[in-house]
T-cell receptor, first 115, second 116 residues
Framework: EAEVAQSPRYKITEKSQAVAFWCDPISGHATLYWYRQILGQGPELLVQ????????DSQLPKDRFSAERLKGVDSTLKIQPAELGDSAMYLC?????????????FGSGTRLTVV | AQSVTQLGSHVSVSEGALVLLRCNYSSSVPPYLFWYVQYPNQGLQLLLK??????LVKGINGFEAEFKKSETSFHLTKPSAHMSDAAEYFC??????????????FGKGTLLTVNP
């Protein structure tokens, strides 16, 4: 069964350092999402891509977060500088179609701890 | 804006007992609704979805949910809990007014514990 690949699975970084996460969606999935899930809460959308274009980054803290999907396939989410409050699970998801009836396929996530 | 509210952050049942996880939605138009399950340190897996077809939706692992417009609810049920059902469950709604973006918005989750 096709999967959304994310790496690394776990990341510990010091406050003020830069950190990056990588996501490879299911082949052929044009829409890609990055979500942040704080412990004990539901995921919150950070950014949505359609192919290589950002279609929604309204909840992305743009002073420190950036995301790209240069060739419309894999994607990178970066935080610089990291803050203690950024400790969370970062989830990537993809979907085949922008039809609202389609569910998302999620990766296993990257657990970030900022110390 | 569309949203979902999950009643009860933690539900505990005995093995073999009925599982009932509650979800109410807020929407000005009929929404699309989803239930996801998350095991520890894993991503989310789709259990089932309602997309304006049948109001009783059957999903994986024996779960089902019923869309009730009059009650603005989409509760998740399973007749008999298994130990393997212990996980966190998230209800989610898709914003059908978002143009082509159709953002998926999640509730805060319900942690299900199954006791032997």
């Amino acid at each position: 069964e096709a999967e959304v690949a994310q790496s690394p699975r776990y990341k510990i970084t010091e406050k003020s350092q830069a950190v990056a996460f990588w996501c490879d969606p299911i082949s052929g999935h044009a829409t890609l999402y990055w979500y942040r899930q704080i412990l004990g809460q539901g995921p919150e959308l950070l950014v949505q891509f359609q192919d290589e274009s950002v279609v929604d980054d309204s909840q992305l803290p743009k002073d420190r977060f950036s995301a790209e999907r240069l060739k419309g396939v894999d994607s990178t989410l970066k935080i610089q500088p990291a803050e203690l409050g950024d400790s969370a699970m970062y989830l990537c998801a993809s979907t085949l179609s922008r039809d609202p009836g389609y569910g998302y396929t999620f990766g296993s996530g990257t657990r970030l701890t900022v110390v | 804006a569309q949203s979902v509210t999950q009643l009860g952050s933690h539900v505990s049942v005995s093995e073999g007992a009925l599982v009932l996880l509650r979800c109410n939605y807020s929407s000005s138009v009929p929404p699309y609704l989803f239930w996801y399950v998350q095991y520890p340190n894993q991503g989310l897996q789709l259990l089932l979805k309602y997309t304006s077809a049948a109001t009783l939706v059957k999903g994986i692992n024996g779960f089902e949910a019923e869309f009730k417009k009059s009650e603005t609810s989409f509760h998740l049920t399973k007749p008999s809990a298994h130990m393997s059902d212990a996980a966190e469950y998230f209800c989610a709604v898709k914003n059908l007014r978002g143009g082509s973006n159709y953002k998926l918005t999640f509730g805060k989750g319900t942690l299900l514990t199954v006791n032997p």
